[in-house]
């Protein structure tokens, strides 16, 4: 076995700047940006940080007391040990649609080396406790969804439940998945799933935020669920009672104007309480198949003959249409601010091009002002 390849002498300055307390990833994220770079935080004198927005003397303090870096170099050898990837949040590896969430972690490890900004990834996540109803909704779901989508993502949480059926039958039928979880990667919890976290590492990827000694306790799993909405097109509830983290990932992704939906249940069964109510409250969309799931994304295969009469649209747009469109079959669901920022055009015109090429029929908006090619 090869050597691993030596890691940045930034990186120590990237994790350490998560031991500061007190700071979460907004603010984080603002240090960076007026300092330069992770390091620059850590060298910065105490007067010119007293001039960023938002960061008062007690933070000060916090930066000041918190230099010492020797539990990120502690981090380091972990990862390269055991060949885990640090993505920060500014480099080209870290996942595009994470990127577009305000509050996404400065950074991830993930163990694995599936494609985290792949064209197509959906987020499945339901009850800790399904029925049977459930489980079979999840397991033909991700049936059909391997049968047409081979080259889909399918993220979850690893839990009990709707969680480990969405991963289990993804392992099933090729499909790669990603298991986000709620604490470091030198342990998995729940234990029973051990076995299955290391096909997914093999096949696709296990992705945190935590430092692989960091335990598993009950407030890291509702910062986990944020990553789980953040990383896909769309997340999926398959069943939810009235309370439980599924339905924290759909609030969370609806406020991340990403698409949600939901399988509907009888209306007296409390295990489809949560379902029933995003439907009924329009926070998702009711789909009973893949089908319904397909049309409302605009995932349906295209034949020939529209294929064709889509690249003579495409041959006649103008240049800077022609931009708009290449950035977005790179990095689908872009915001208008996040494509003036790549095309370097205002946003009013931006809004323009968009306006044309949705009436084109080339791309349609989704809620949030965020756009996707059709």
């Known amino acids: 076995m090869s050597a691993p390849t030596p890691l940045p002498e930034s990186l120590r300055y990237k994790i350490g700047i998560g031991l500061i307390p007190k700071i979460g990833p907004v603010l984080t994220k603002r240090l960076i940006a007026y300092c330069g770079s992770a390091e620059g935080v850590f060298t910065e004198k105490k007067a010119r940080l007293a001039k960023i927005p938002g960061i008062g003397q007690k933070l000060i303090d916090h930066i000041s007391g918190h230099r010492d870096l020797d539990i990120a170099d502690r981090e380091i050898e972990f990862i390269t040990r055991h060949r885990i990837q640090a993505l920060f949040y500014l480099d080209d590896g870290y996942p595009e649609r994470l990127k577009q969430c305000e509050d996404a972690p400065v950074i991830i490890y ?3 080396s599936t494609e985290l900004n792949r064209k197509k ?3 499945i996540v339901g009850t800790r406790n399904p029925t049977d109803y459930g489980r079979s909704m999840t397991r033909d779901f991700v049936e059909e969804l391997a049968a047409s989508h081979p080259d889909v993502l399918v993220v979850s949480g690893m839990a009990f439940g709707i969680d480990i059926t969405a991963h289990k ?6 499909l790669d998945t990603a298991g986000v979880l709620g604490h470091g990667l030198t342990t998995i919890y729940p234990a029973e799933h051990r076995d299955t976290a290391r096909q997914i590492a093999e096949k696709g990827a296990l992705i945190t935020e935590f430092r692989h000694d960091e335990k598993a306790e009950a407030p890291n799993f509702v ?3 944020r990553i789980i909405a953040g ?11 009235e309370k439980g983290g599924a339905l924290i990932t759909a609030d969370i992704a609806n406020s991340y104007n990403r698409d949600v939906f939901a399988f509907p249940g009888r209306v007296n069964d409390k295990y489809s309480t949560g379902c029933n109510r995003l439907i009924k409250t329009n926070r998702a969309a009711l789909v009973e198949s893949l089908s319904d799931f397909e049309y409302l994304m605009g995932w349906q295969k295209t034949s020939t ?3 064709g009469v889509q690249k003579e649209l495409f041959n006649a747009l103008t240049d800077e249409e022609k931009l708009l469109t290449g950035l977005l079959q790179a990095e689908p669901s872009s915001s208008i601010d996040h494509l003036a920022i790549k095309s370097n055009m205002t946003v009013s015109k931006v809004s323009a091009l968009l306006l044309n090429l949705e009436f084109k029929g080339i791309v349609r908006c989704l809620p949030g002002k965020v756009y996707q090619l059709t």
Do not use: P, Q, W, Y
């Open 121 to 123: 990834i959906i987020s």
């Open 169 to 174: 039958s993804a392992l099933k039928h090729n």
């Open 110 to 112: 993930v163990k694995g």
């Open 231 to 241: 990383l896909a097109d769309a997340t999926l509830v398959a069943e939810s009672g």
């Open 223 to 225: 910062k986990r669920n």
């Open 305 to 307: 003959k529209e294929t």
